[in-house]
Structures are given as structure tokens and as C-alpha cells.
């Protein structure tokens, strides 16, 4: 493996049964930021600008969760949004955290949602970006994590779905998620993940049930890309109609990644919703 990948490792705990890649930096109040899914993904690749910027304020966890980025695999394994819940319950028990705010992007804000309807005691507040509600339609970009074969070149197509500005798609970013695919098993793993795509007509999806985030009481900041051509905008319109203690924010001329295309912006917001300085 390269020198670059080797770059995202963090420290290795065990939970749930499996050595899981954790990065951990800062102190004060726990937040732990959930990356999302697609080739190449694990918390290094989604949140290396922002945990040195917010661990000035928290300590800031990203975790890779079971089945990506450096988190050992295990075939016997099937992996649904209950496993995910019980890994990160499992992650905060052996890092000693009784509660913790979430930052969700994409797959991780589903995980978030999933985590505090089901342990609403463990978790304080919640950011959610780019985050899927009830029933939609597998989007070209989603559809891209499937057909992904690793290559550079194949990286950088896949990734032309993300952001509104292509500029965003750098060499080093390209680079950081091409070698991310090629840990032993991610593109398999990745696959046993997603719902396979229909040979023919639209393929539905769902995120969360719209009744059960109406039940979810936390405090919640919904952000989403107004160009998103991965989780269509709606569907972050429909999580702040639904939470009953939501603020959404949209950005215009943004995609899927707000916490690149909108970093200080993302930074801002985040860190006033999450509580800096209190």
C-alpha cells in the first residue's frame, strides 16, 4: 500500500468485534463526524481539512465504520443500518464517551438519524449534510459507486457527480480517494453496500422514514447543496420540515460536498450549532 494511503490511518480500537480505524484529536465536549459512502470513502478522505478545525473547540472522532476505509472486514458480516448503529454505540463505549454530538455526511447523516432515534440518550446534536429522507430514486451519481472500477481515470469520473465547481475535483483529492479504493476488499465491501442498480428503469431508494425523524426531538442543523445531483435537495428540505427542532440551510451554485465547496461556511455554522465556546 502507498505512502499516501497509508496517510488516512488513524489508531486502531476494538468494537464490535472488529480493529476499527479511529482518528481522535482534540478535547472538550465529544463530536463525532460520520463520513459518507462511494469508491474511495473513509474519514480521512471526507473530513482531513475539518478535524484539525474543529478539534480547536471538541475532541473530534471520525471513525471508519464496518466496511470501509481501514476498519478490519469480515465476510460473515451483513451490513444494514443496525450493525452501523451498534458499531458507533460500540466505538463511544470503548473510547470512554458516555455522549456526543454528530456530524453526518451523506450515508453518515442516515447513520446519525438511525443512531439518535434508536439511543436518543447518547447523542446531543446532530449536522446533517447531504442526507437522504424516505423514498427517491437511485441519481447517476450513487449509481457511479456501483460501476466504479479502480483507476485514476475512473475516480475522477465517478467523483464529476460531487461538486458544483469541478475545480474541486484536485489531483491530490483524486489521488487520496483512488488509493483509499484499493485497501484489500473496498470495492467489494462498497458493492455488498449499495443496492444494485436495475438493468433497466429507475432503481428506488430510501433513507430514513420521514415518521420516524419526525420523532427525532435533537437539536438538528440540515445543510444541503442546492446542485446536488447525488441526494437531490428535496430530500434535505424534507428533513427540515419534518424534525420538529430543525434549521436547514441550503447553498446556491454548491453540490453534494458543502463541507469542501462551503468550508468556511460549513466550519461557521457547525461550530455555533455544536455549541464552540459555550
Not at 77 to 102: F, G, R, T
Not at 104 to 121: E, V
Request: aromatic content about 8%.
Amino acid at each position: 500500500m502507498s505512502e499516501i494511503a497509508e496517510i488516512g490511518r488513524g489508531k486502531s480500537v476494538a468494537a464490535l468485534g472488529l480493529e476499527t480505524n479511529v482518528h481522535d484529536m482534540g478535547e472538550g465536549r465529544p463530536v463525532v463526524l460520520l463520513h459518507g459512502s462511494g469508491p474511495g470513502v473513509s474519514a480521512w478522505t471526507n473530513w482531513k481539512r475539518v478535524m484539525p478545525v474543529l478539534a480547536s473547540d471538541f475532541r473530534v472522532v471520525a471513525p471508519d465504520m464496518a466496511g470501509f476505509g481501514y476498519t478490519e472486514r469480515n465476510p460473515d458480516l451483513s451490513y444494514d443500518i443496525k450493525l452501523w448503529v451498534k458499531h458507533l454505540v460500540a466505538i463511544l463505549d470503548v473510547l470512554e464517551i458516555e455522549k456526543a454530538s454528530l456530524v453526518g455526511n451523506s450515508f453518515g447523516g442516515s447513520l446519525a438519524l438511525a443512531a439518535a432515534a434508536r439511543h436518543p440518550a447518547r447523542f446531543d446534536r446532530l449536522v446533517l449534510m447531504g442526507t437522504p429522507c424516505d423514498k427517491f430514486t437511485m441519481t447517476p451519481g450513487l449509481r457511479a459507486g456501483w460501476d466504479y472500477t479502480p483507476s485514476r481515470e475512473a475516480m475522477r469520473a465517478a467523483m464529476t457527480h460531487f461538486p458544483y465547481d469541478p475545480s474541486f475535483i484536485t489531483d491530490e483529492l483524486v489521488e487520496d480517494r483512488f488509493q483509499a479504493s484499493l485497501i484489500p476488499g473496498a470495492q467489494e465491501g462498497l458493492r455488498k453496500l449499495l443496492v444494485k442498480p436495475n438493468d433497466e428503469g429507475d432503481t428506488p431508494l430510501s433513507g430514513m422514514p420521514e415518521g420516524v425523524v419526525s420523532g427525532i426531538e435533537h437539536q438538528t442543523l440540515v445543510l444541503h447543496g442546492r446542485e446536488d445531483k447525488v441526494i437531490p435537495v428535496e430530500m434535505g428540505l424534507r428533513l427540515g420540515r419534518a424534525m420538529p427542532n430543525a434549521e436547514f440551510h441550503m447553498f446556491g451554485r454548491c453540490g453534494h460536498w458543502v463541507q469542501a465547496e462551503r468550508f468556511d461556511a460549513f466550519v461557521a455554522l457547525s461550530r455555533r450549532h455544536l455549541g464552540a465556546g459555550a
